[in-house]
Every structure is written in structure tokens, then in C-alpha cells.
């Protein structure tokens, strides 16, 4: 078959599709919501391109691995777009995560033949993403696959390798998602989220049930994952530090300094699911037992992502986000001051942390793991909005404020002391 052979039979099943979404109540093609303009700066570098919304950094999925989400009913139509911009403003948000693990979430629904770029282009695009890329993408989820997927797959199967191949995981609901992802900070856009619903409706026949959430069970008296600070310290005696931390980072300053890419690695989910539970149910964890420094690595990530508040508190989000605002001479002032804020019990606790992250920083010609870099990681694990989405935008103050609290942690941190602290 001849290349156009191929845009012809892409076009009829994307037709297909349209027939498929008006039969559901979709009487046209998905068209871009409206952006807030807010979210992204007329300064970007892609402003053309990034004010659509199509491409968020959604968190961390349940590997520890950060999210990257693309929204094809964000996607304008074909006119009003350039595709080769999309496609550097693509490579230009993986490259500040490419050298870790990542996902990627495709929210298929919302592609038409008006906003289709061609499938040149997206030959092009598969050709562009060289090894650097393909080799730390771990998942790929395709949201709401339709048959234009399957015709998608047969055109590119020669040329995809097959380890690549079983990345590639089919969502047919959002649900779907759930037990991969942090769902609660995915970018979703509505017309995703209606069309999910709508597709749940046709299939089952009749409405879904509303979801009905159980009532909250009480934790564990010896619960360590998904509470508070202060429900951690008056279940150890008054100890500020929760035993999580305390024990992966004791365990960190012995046997990984000279571990390369710590904090960057995932590790098997079914390890860091078996030891949590066994921390939540008082169990004693010996991390010499795998002799893998990215396990308790991943597991102290794993607790400051799951406190009900981040480390640095909701309180603080909106000030974080102005220190790219600030002069660059008074950025480490500033960022004392908003560290200065914290209620005692969050302060000891982040003290504790960034004395340890400078320290593993010091030692970075041998483990790779700048401030800069420990920013990337440890950035959005310690601050996020209410909603518990931060926007694409809101992660370079992030890690600029995060990078200032490792590199000058002697100087931040060098005039408070909190009651208790020295017992720790």
C-alpha cells in the first residue's frame, strides 16, 4: 500500500469515529475548551504552542514516576497550529525528564479530521524521539482507543520495536487508570471526562450507578503511609521524625552516597506496596534484604507524596510559585522566609530532609545528583496546590525554590531551632 492508501483509510475510520461520538450525544467534533490564560506565560518559549493546553506534567504515577499527559481535544484545528512546533514543544517538555523514568497518558478522545496532523508528521515525530526517549518511557497509556489506533499501529508495526510495543497499555475508561496512576492529579479535560462518562452510559445501557466512596476507615495505630505529621508523632512518643524517614534516610547516608541516579530509578511496584503494608502494619523492614538503595529511595518519595498536606504546606504554594519573580540576589532571603512560616513540626521535618538531600548533594560527582537534579525529583513531592494539579508552568518555581533549599540549606536553615528537634 502506498503512504496515501494509508491517509485515506485513516480518514475513514476517524469519520467512523465522529459517526461513533454523535451516536453518544456528540453532535461535532470536540473543540478546544477555553485556556486560562494564566497558566502559561506570554514569555514561554512554545506560548504558540503551550497556551492550548495540550501537553501537562501531571505528578507521579504509582511507580514514582512522572506523568506527562496529551489531550488530543486540546489540539486546534490543523490552520490555526504549526505541527513541527508541537512536536519541538513536546521533546522540549520530555527533555527535563527523559533522563528519569516517565509515563505518558494519550487522551485519544477529541481527535478529528480537522485537527489530524498528518501521519507523515507523526512518522516523523516516532523517528524524532531517539533512544534517550524510548529507553527511560516505562508506560504509555492510550485513553479511549478507537479503531483509528488500531489502523495507527498497522501503519507504524514495522518500524516499532517490539520492546516498545508492550509499553503501550489501552485504557478503555478512565477508571482504567486508577490503579496505575496518582488519578486525583491528572489533567483531565472535561470534555474527556464527560465523554467517559457518556461511553459508560452506551456500553452498560443504562446510567452508571453514582460512585458511592466508603466511609473512611480509621488508620492504623501503626499507620505510617496516607497521615498526618502530628497523627505520626503522637503515635511515636513525641518523636518529630516519622520512622519512615528517619529509617530510609539512616539507611541512605550509609549505603547510598555512591549510588548513581539515586532517586531517579523506579523500582518494582509490588516491592514498594509490600513494604508499606508491612510499615503499616508494624512490621520490621530491613532494607539490606534486597541490598537496593533506589528501594528505600523510592519509599521515601513515596511518604512525603502521601501526607494528606505537602511538607511545605498548601500555605505555602502560592508563595513558592513568586520566586521566580523574585531578584536573584534575594531568592535564598526569600525562600528563608517562607521556610521560616512553617508551623515547628513541618520545619523540623523539612530541616531533617534537606540536611540530608545537601549532603547526598555534596557527594554528586559520584552519584550524578545535583541540587538541581534532586530539585527535579523531590520538587513536586513537597508542594502542591489543593487540587493537587500544579500546571506545567508552576514547576520550574518549584524546583528553582527546592533548588535554593539544598544548595543554601546552611543558610536557610540556620536560624530556628524547634523544640524537640535535638531529640531527634
Request: glycine share 6%; hydrophobic share 35%.
Amino acid at each position: 500500500m502506498e503512504a496515501v492508501d494509508f491517509e485515506q483509510l485513516a480518514e475513514i475510520e476517524l469519520q467512523k469515529d465522529e459517526e461513533d461520538l454523535a451516536s453518544l450525544g456528540h453532535d461535532e467534533p470536540a473543540a478546544p475548551g477555553p485556556r486560562d490564560p494564566a497558566d502559561v506565560s506570554l514569555t514561554h518559549p512554545f506560548y504558540d504552542v503551550a497556551r492550548h493546553g495540550i501537553i501537562h506534567v501531571a505528578g507521579d504515577d504509582n511507580f514514582g514516576r512522572k506523568v506527562i499527559t496529551f489531550s488530543c481535544c486540546r489540539l486546534p484545528p490543523g490552520h490555526e497550529i504549526d505541527h513541527i512546533r508541537l512536536l519541538e514543544y513536546l521533546k522540549y517538555t520530555l527533555d527535563r525528564y527523559v533522563e528519569n523514568d516517565y509515563s505518558v497518558v494519550y487522551f485519544h478522545y477529541g481527535l478529528n479530521s480537522k485537527n489530524k496532523p498528518a501521519l507523515s508528521w507523526l512518522q516523523n515525530a516516532y523517528r524524532a524521539f531517539d533512544r534517550k526517549y524510548k529507553k527511560n518511557l516505562k508506560a504509555l497509556y492510550v485513553v479511549h482507543p478507537t479503531n483509528f489506533i488500531k489502523v495507527l499501529w498497522n501503519i507504524f508495526k514495522p518500524v516499532i520495536s517490539h520492546k516498545f510495543g508492550k509499553k503501550v497499555l489501552y485504557m478503555n475508561y478512565l477508571s482504567d487508570l486508577r490503579e496505575h496512576l496518582k488519578f486525583n492529579r491528572l489533567v483531565i479535560p472535561q470534555e474527556v471526562l464527560q465523554h467517559d462518562e457518556k461511553l459508560r452510559t452506551s456500553r452498560k445501557g443504562k446510567p452508571p450507578p453514582p460512585s458511592r466512596c466508603p466511609p473512611p476507615r480509621p488508620p492504623l495505630p501503626t499507620q505510617q503511609f496516607g497521615v498526618s505529621l502530628q497523627y505520626l508523632k503522637n503515635k511515636n512518643s513525641g518523636e518529630l521524625i516519622p520512622p519512615v524517614m528517619k529509617q530510609t534516610v539512616s539507611y541512605l547516608k550509609i549505603k547510598g552516597f555512591g549510588t548513581e541516579g539515586l532517586f531517579r530509578r523506579s523500582v518494582n511496584v509490588h516491592i514498594i506496596k509490600d513494604i508499606q503494608k508491612r510499615y503499616d502494619l508494624g512490621k520490621p523492614v530491613d532494607f539490606d534484604d534486597g541490598g537496593d538503595a533506589h528501594v528505600p529511595a523510592v519509599i521515601l518519595k513515596t511518604f512525603l507524596r502521601e501526607l494528606p498536606e505537602p511538607l511545605l504546606t498548601f500555605a505555602s504554594y502560592r508563595p513558592i510559585l513568586e520566586i521566580t519573580g523574585v531578584e536573584s540576589i534575594l531568592r535564598v532571603t526569600r525562600c528563608k522566609e517562607v521556610v521560616q512560616s512553617l508551623p515547628d513540626h513541618n520545619y523540623a521535618v523539612l530541616k531533617y530532609l534537606v540536611g540530608f538531600l545537601h549532603a547526598l548533594s555534596q557527594d554528586s560527582i559520584r552519584n550524578k545528583m545535583t541540587a538541581a537534579n534532586l530539585a527535579c525529583v523531590f520538587g513536586v513531592n513537597l508542594i502542591w496546590p489543593p487540587d493537587g494539579v500544579p500546571s506545567i508552568s508552576a514547576l520550574v518555581p518549584i524546583n528553582v525554590f527546592t533548588e535554593l533549599l539544598i544548595e543554601f540549606y546552611p543558610k536557610v536553615f540556620s536560624s530556628r531551632t524547634v523544640p524537640g528537634e535535638s531529640e531527634s
